[in-house]
């Protein structure tokens, strides 16, 4: 008890515990506080930041190689260019964090300690950032497929199967730049239909002028002028209008943009937007992409053989697996796989619905006999080829196979065979009709192939689509949106492989390249430096034996 009354509260305030405990928040030094040793920008950036992945990346490509300009440095008088491969770095750290504006990375260039370290403090204006990645297109391009050969090199993919599949994607322009041919035909009607009527009220206001003569002519000749501007620029409209609609007939595109040229409208389920179609091939080991392309067509059915071709000279195969969805089905790009050492996968579609809700018989109740090439019937009668070859509106050559009007008419299945207007079955055949029955063979154990398309296919666009918000294109023009797909894919595969890797084994790898450039830029000095003094001695063993000879001569003159 008198130790308590003696602890007084000044004890209490010299406390250490309970003055730890008076400070509530952490508190950082102050900024005018000056330092010894001063902070780096290297302090900043930890050794596994994904940021010194794409230094090694970078430093480990040959930019003059691949085709980038002012990769040869030297350019001419007055400020000296930026270094290819530093933009390059810039740009695959602003498309892998979701950093694509040229604005916004000239701002990041300026206040992000990891850009700071990859450029090395170094910040390039926002024009400068957007011209190379519109200059160097086709540079891009090669670096992504440059990508896809040190995949192969690191074992990382199975060249075995791919999945191809197609995304829309919406460019730099609106649904309202782009023009058909019957958007075009209703503007004109709308535009003739307001003519009409500022003609009817031009021709009634100068009605009233005349019969109010007297009256303030000043008014409705400002009326009436009025009304001839908005009549002239209608005219000028129509004009416009019809001047794009006879350039669509006689481009013979049916699509006209205004904005971006190469956009076009397309349409899936429904759904309309303004952009491109990306094409992509992904192999089935680590759902890379090997192979891809931008065109503007909304229609799959044509891309497969082209799609599936690149992917197999990117994997350097003979042989290759490609599964697609039913949007790629075709007959002639199956026949064309089937040349080309590709085995084609393509869910057939569904075209026997019709028949199939009226009860009647489809073309697959219908036997082909290759021998007597000839059709049987399910009552067993024969249909039998006619002469020549019809091509079909899809520009498909086919051959008809026609029944006898005498036996389909004594036929007891003929409600189930003919409709009511008709008093024979045609059964049409493509020419090449044995592709399609090879390709309906393999289907039948592809169940499980089928299912993985989904699975291979879809990763990358729920990626670029859904993680990274890659829904539209910055650029326009063919050309440069197929540069900046190649940075969106490069950087996907970029990604992929330092999840599979590591940190550690993909710098380690760059690391031993590296090494390796070294060791055989030495060889080749020292095998060149080697290679002259060979030349050198050559020329002294050349010389001695003439002057040799001249002694010779002249010690045998002189005895």
């Known amino acids: 008890m008198r130790l308590g009354k003696n602890f007084s509260q000044l004890d209490l305030d010299r406390c250490t515990i309970l003055f730890m405990t008076n400070r509530t928040y952490k508190t950082g030094p102050c900024r005018e506080q000056l330092s010894l040793l001063p902070a780096r920008v290297e302090d900043y950036v930890a050794r596994d930041n994904p940021v010194r992945a794409i230094e090694a990346y970078v430093c480990a490509l040959d930019p003059e190689k691949l085709g980038f300009r002012h990769a040869g440095g030297g350019i001419g008088a007055g400020q000296p260019s930026y270094h290819p491969a530093d933009l390059l770095k810039a740009y695959l750290y602003g498309y892998l964090n979701r950093v694509r504006s040229s604005r916004r990375l000239e701002q990041e260039a300026q206040r992000n300690l990891e850009l700071m370290w990859l450029l090395k403090g170094l910040t390039p204006g926002y024009r400068t950032i957007a011209n190379f990645r519109r200059d160097n297109w086709a540079a891009l391009k090669a670096t992504n497929r440059e990508f896809v050969l040190l995949l192969r090199e690191l074992q990382l993919l199975g060249g075995e199967l791919v999945a191809i599949d197609g995304a829309f994607f919406h460019g730099d322009a609106s649904k309202a730049s782009i023009k058909t041919k019957k958007r075009l035909a209703e503007q004109l009607v709308a535009i003739d239909r307001d003519i009409e009527e500022y003609g009817k009220a031009l021709a009634s206001n100068d009605a009233v002028e005349e019969a109010h003569s007297s009256g303030d002519e000043d008014g409705g000749s400002r009326n009436s002028g009025a009304i001839a501007d908005k009549l ?291 060889l080749r000095v020292a095998m060149l430096a080697i290679g002259r003094a060979a030349a050198s001695m050559k020329r002294l063993l050349a010389n001695l034996g003439q002057n040799s000879a001249i002694i010779c001569f002249r010690f045998s003159a002189a005895a």
């Open 232 to 522: 002239a620029a209608l005219m000028a409209r129509r004009a416009k209008a019809q001047a794009d609609l006879d350039r669509l007939k006689d481009s013979g595109e049916t699509q006209l943009s205004t904005t971006d040229a190469d956009a076009r409208l397309l349409s899936k389920r429904g759904h309309v937007l303004a952009g491109y179609n990306v094409q992509i091939a992904v192999d089935d080991k680590h759902k890379l992409i090997v192979a891809s392309e931008v065109v503007n067509d909304g229609n799959d059915t044509g891309q497969l053989y082209e799609v599936a071709t690149a992917a197999k000279e990117a994997l350097g195969v003979e042989t290759l697996q490609a599964v697609a969805d039913t949007g790629y089905y075709n007959g002639a790009s199956l026949k064309e796989c089937e040349e080309g050492g590709i085995v084609a996968y393509v869910s057939p579609p569904k075209r026997t619905g019709g028949l199939e809700e009226q009860g009647r018989f489809t073309h697959e109740a219908f036997g082909y006999d290759a021998e007597a090439d000839v059709y049987r019937c399910p009552a067993g009668a024969l249909l039998k080829p006619m002469n020549g070859v019809k091509t079909n509106t899809n520009g498909r050559p086919e051959i008809r196979y026609v029944s006898l009007k005498s036996v389909c008419k004594a036929c007891h299945l003929r409600e189930q065979c003919l409709g009511q207007k008709s008093d024979k079955r045609t059964i049409y055949r493509w020419q090449h009709e044995e592709v399609i029955d090879r390709h309906k063979e393999r289907m039948k154990e592809a169940g499980a192939l089928m299912r993985q398309r989904a699975c291979l296919v879809e990763h990358p666009f729920g990626t670029l689509k859904c993680r990274a918000g890659y829904r539209h294109f910055l650029v326009r023009g063919f050309d440069k949106v197929r540069g900046e797909w190649s940075l969106m894919a490069l950087c996907y595969n970029l990604a992929r492989v330092l999840n599979i890797l590591g940190f550690d084994g993909f710098v380690a790898f760059f690391a031993s390249r590296a090494a390796e450039r070294v060791i055989l830029c030495v």
